[in-house]
């Protein structure tokens, strides 16, 4: 597939903490957890350009236009002894989706990854979301079965830190 050559990927900078909001409730909306969105834009002015920053933004332009954008940080494993990145958030509007946006986005982000020193990326992506799946199959992906996501927040976590 050849990519348009309008085509640009860029580090966010806080003067794109609006679009990355925008994106984020885009992603939310899509994903139909809009609801559950509690990020604002100080939120993001702290996690991801303040001092302690240790996560990432990239975003996507056709041409001016801003068409996606990713959001990573990196993890590390004890058994290999090499960092990983983690794909927090991929997205590309859908009135461009197709065009090798969100592949470009992907192949940008393993660039970073092998300059960081990385050994794998990794991403979740929602059951029903057959599209996604397909297309990170067909990227080469690998959906790891053998393991199971778990998460503890709000109530439980509170009393998991008093204790």
Same mark, same amino acid.
């Given at each position: 597939?050849?990519?348009?050559?309008?085509?640009?990927?860029?580090?966010?900078?806080?003067?794109?903490?609006?679009?990355?909001?925008?994106? =984020?409730? @885009?992603?939310?909306?899509?994903?139909?957890?809009?609801?559950?969105?509690?990020?604002?834009?100080?939120?993001?002015?702290?996690?991801?350009?303040? @001092?302690?920053?240790?996560?990432?933004?990239?975003?996507?332009?056709?041409?001016?236009?801003?068409?996606?954008?990713?959001?990573?940080?990196?993890?590390?494993?004890?058994?290999?002894?090499?960092?990983?990145?983690?794909?927090?958030?991929?997205?590309?509007?859908?009135?461009? /989706?197709?065009?090798?946006?969100?592949?470009?986005?992907?192949?940008?982000?393993?660039?970073?990854?092998? !300059?960081?020193?990385? %050994?794998?990326?990794? %991403?979740?992506?929602?059951? %029903?979301? @057959?599209?996604? =799946?397909?297309?990170?199959?067909?990227?080469? !992906?690998?959906?790891?079965?053998?393991?199971?996501?778990? /998460? =503890?927040?709000?109530?439980?976590?509170?009393?998991?830190?008093?204790?």
């Amino acid at each position: 597939m050849t990519l348009p050559v309008s085509l640009r990927i860029v580090e966010a900078t806080e003067q794109d903490i609006p679009l990355i909001l925008q994106f =984020i409730r @885009e992603l939310a909306q899509y994903e139909k957890l809009l609801d559950q969105v509690e990020n604002n834009e100080d939120r993001i002015r702290r996690t991801i350009f303040g @001092e302690d920053r240790d996560i990432h933004a990239v975003i996507a332009y056709e041409r001016d236009v801003p068409v996606g954008y990713a959001v990573f940080f990196y993890t590390y494993s004890t058994f290999v002894g090499l960092r990983g990145l983690y794909l927090e958030d991929l997205y590309v509007r859908p009135e461009v /989706r197709g065009k090798g946006f969100g592949r470009e986005l992907l192949s940008y982000l393993a660039r970073v990854a092998k !300059a960081r020193g990385c %050994w794998r990326m990794e %991403w979740v992506v929602l059951n %029903w979301n @057959e599209s996604a =799946i397909s297309f990170y199959q067909g990227l080469g !992906a690998v959906q790891m079965n053998d393991w199971t996501t778990y /998460r =503890i927040f709000g109530d439980a976590l509170n009393r998991l830190a008093d204790d």
